[in-house]
């Protein structure tokens, strides 16, 4: 049982870690960036595991540092759930899809010429009553002619980009909201869904410019620096709360579909899903990742709804290699 020299240093290290999962370390927001911390996060959990089954296996002793980080911390479930056996009753239930199209692949990210019409397909298969695009290229998108409804809004008033909802349902009510110095944004769209009214927000905040094919984010010539980093979380947080500010109006249930470009353990996060449920908490399987970064699965898409709605069948489409994001899926019930 006794540590060697690489044992205490993999020691010290395991529990410089476990101070920051434990968020001791907010305590010091002047020396370490919060933010940065909480959107690795899950790098960070993934890591702690490793030197727990790493220390299991050795016989060591600071297995035991891991006890009560498994009795108190409430957090796991953000990362991963266990599949759920619960009976499914979908009376009345209606699907909604949200997804990150990246362009329908505008600029041949993927080596495929026929991304936009597997796109279409997926959807056509997947016969959601409602769909949230985020990174939606008017140009580049085919025809949703199954959905009576839409409000397709552009960010910019002489660009291409920008965000739909596609429903089944009549649309009574529709807003742009605009983010500040940004190229993102969101819309919402008022909904007569089975005899009540519901608002459906579409969000995507600021992103961090990931380039996938170079694993790494990109500044156009080199990595974002850390001022960088800490302008577009702040960027993040602002988004949220104008967000806040227009939701505080609203007297109707909601569905919130968004891109958050964060993970679960961030500001953002708490903001846009206020004291909503998080559907893949609700009845999610697996890690739920929607997104790779540095090759590690983040999961950073979201749905929000109201607790009026019962949920069912909330699922990941991880085998569709459509864009740089996964779309996900809920059906819902008053």
């Known amino acids: 049982m006794k540590l060697s020299f690489v044992h205490k240093i993999f020691l010290l290290i395991n529990v410089f870690l476990l101070l920051i999962q434990s968020g001791i370390f907010n305590l010091f927001k002047v020396f370490i960036n919060v933010d940065f911390l909480n959107f690795i996060f899950s790098y960070i959990v993934f890591i702690n595991f490793l030197f727990f089954f790493f220390w299991i296996i050795n016989n060591k002793w600071p297995f035991i540092l891991f006890i009560p980080f498994f009795i108190f911390f409430d957090h796991f479930g953000l990362l991963y759930q266990f599949p759920k056996t619960t009976v499914r009753t979908e009376v009345n239930s209606f699907k909604v899809i949200s997804f990150n199209v990246r362009l329908f692949n505008k600029y041949k990210w993927i080596k495929n010429e026929n991304i936009p019409k597997k796109i279409s397909n997926f959807i056509k298969n997947e016969d959601p009553d409602i769909v949230s695009f985020q990174e939606f290229s008017i140009t580049e998108s085919p025809k949703f002619n199954k959905y009576k409804y839409n409000y397709i809004k552009k960010t910019k008033d002489n660009g291409t980009v920008g965000l739909a909802i596609f429903s089944k349902f009549q649309i009574i009510n529709k807003g742009f909201i605009k983010f500040d110095n940004s190229n993102n944004s969101g819309i919402f769209s008022d909904l007569i869904v089975k005899g009540d009214t519901v608002r459906v927000y579409n969000l995507h905040l600021e992103s961090l410019r990931i380039d996938l094919n170079e694993n790494k984010i990109d500044n156009s010539s080199s990595n974002v620096s850390k001022n960088q980093l800490q302008d577009t979380f702040e960027k993040q947080v602002n988004q949220a709360d104008i967000?806040?500010?227009?939701?505080?109006?609203?007297?109707?249930?909601?569905?919130?579909?968004?891109?958050?470009?964060?993970?679960?353990?961030s500001s953002v996060y708490s903001k846009i899903r206020g004291d909503k449920i998080d559907v893949f908490t609700s009845n999610g399987s697996g890690l739920g990742s929607t997104f790779n970064f540095f090759i590690f699965p983040f999961r950073i898409d979201y749905i929000f709804v109201d607790k009026?709605?019962?949920?069912?069948?909330?699922?990941?489409?991880?085998?569709e290699k459509l864009s740089d994001h996964k779309p996900i899926s809920v059906k819902l019930s008053y």
């Open 243 to 265: 967000f806040q500010k227009i939701d505080i109006e609203n007297n109707f249930k909601t569905i919130i579909c968004t891109d958050l470009n964060n993970s679960a353990f």
């Open 308 to 319: 009026k709605f019962k949920i069912y069948d909330f699922k990941t489409h991880k085998n």
